[in-house]
């Protein structure tokens, strides 16, 4: 492939699942009610056309397949779903453009085998600590794809970490047999929930790194990590890297740059939300995407070109009855375009 533009998509499917199937939240979809979501969804993959569309929160391969041929886009489009996708569990999934992908997918579950999260403290006053989770809440979906064939394989991933939500200790025997936790089961709860998705997030983050570190490995990693743009779990999956202004040329090996702040620079003010929860608006979805893609890197393949977020359905809270989702949907446009050869061999030659 040559392609002159990339565009990425992120699309959290609201417990997509097949009419009568039980979901966590509830009963499931009507028929009526599926009937609904099959419509939105289809509108939504068509309105956008993305090359990559990145999908978090399906049960059913079933579901999404409707979606995708309602749209009348089946024959331009590989679908991307577990086998095992029957309804029973949440699933990401994707959606890539034909003769775009150039292998096959695998969805991560185990954490990798060398990582840890154990600490003595850093100092006396610190006390021990040690967190024993292994291993993902929805298994991450990695994949390639080969935009240019003159360029390496760039490597996707899409994920959904666990929500902001409280973890639901009142199950918990702990919880039963002592009355005094009563009280306290939100702020258990929420930490609970915090300290699964801040390992998910370092746990992904370990993988890059191993992959990304001292090569030319493109990333682009995209999906529900229900937290924002500069908390503690972006900053981790990210590596914190410092955006450059006007000509400076530079770039991180391993860093990875979010798409709402390329978007920022472009804009005069900040619209970016893709979720709305007590009348809050938060930015829980994400694009994020190595050096190549970062317009002042001396590395660069691609240029940013722009981000739409479909957001408007956030303001009405009747997506049962409308068919709506409750995220909205990320989509981000990069331009082939690299930087010349003589700017790169001039800086990369440039004295420290």
């Keep these: 492939m040559r392609l002159k533009e990339l565009r990425i998509a992120t699309f959290n499917l609201y417990n997509l699942n097949e009419p009568g199937l039980p979901i966590y939240t509830g009963k499931g979809w009507t028929q009526d009610q599926y009937d609904l979501k099959i419509d939105w969804t289809q509108r939504a993959i068509r309105q956008l056309r993305a090359d990559v569309f990145g999908f978090q929160e399906l049960w059913h391969a079933d579901a999404l397949a409707n979606a995708v041929e309602a749209s ?24 890539i453009r034909k003769g775009l992908m150039s292998g096959a997918p695998d969805w991560i579950v185990e954490f990798p085998e060398d990582f840890v999260l154990q600490s003595s403290g850093d100092d006396p006053q610190t006390p021990a600590i040690s967190v024993s989770i292994d291993s993902f809440s929805r298994p991450v979906l990695h994949l390639t794809i080969r935009p240019r064939d003159e360029y390496g394989d760039v490597h996707v991933y ?10 639901q200790v009142e199950r918990e025997q702990w919880f039963k047999q002592n009355p005094v936790y009563s009280k306290h ?49 972006a900053n981790i999956l990210t590596g914190q890297p410092r955006f450059l202004v006007g ?32 009348d809050a608006m938060e930015s829980l979805d994400h694009i994020f995407v190595s050096e190549e893609f970062y317009d002042n890197s001396r590395r660069r393949i691609w240029m940013f070109d722009g981000l739409t977020i479909n957001n408007d359905h956030l303001h009405f809270d009747d997506h049962k009855e409308s068919g709506t989702n409750d995220h909205g949907i990320v989509c981000a446009t990069f331009k082939y375009k690299p930087i010349k050869a003589e700017a790169r061999e001039i800086v990369e030659n440039a004295p420290n």
């Design 72 to 95: 009348g886009l089946a024959d331009e489009y590989d679908l991307v779903v577990p086998e095992d996708a029957d309804g029973q569990r949440i699933v990401c999934a994707a959606l």
């Design 158 to 167: 899409v994920c959904h970490f666990k929500s902001k939500a409280p973890t």
């Design 185 to 233: 089961a939100t702020a258990l709860g929420s930490a609970i929930s915090t300290i699964r998705r801040t390992a998910e997030a370092a746990a992904l983050r370990f993988m890059l790194t191993e992959q990304m570190k001292g090569n030319r490995t493109g990333v682009i990693v995209l999906g529900d990590v229900n937290d924002g743009q500069l908390s503690n779990t």
């Design 247 to 278: 000509d400076s040329l530079g770039g991180g090996d391993v860093a990875l740059y979010t798409a709402q702040t390329l978007q920022e620079y472009r804009s005069t003010r900040d619209i970016y939300y893709t979720h709305i929860y007590q």
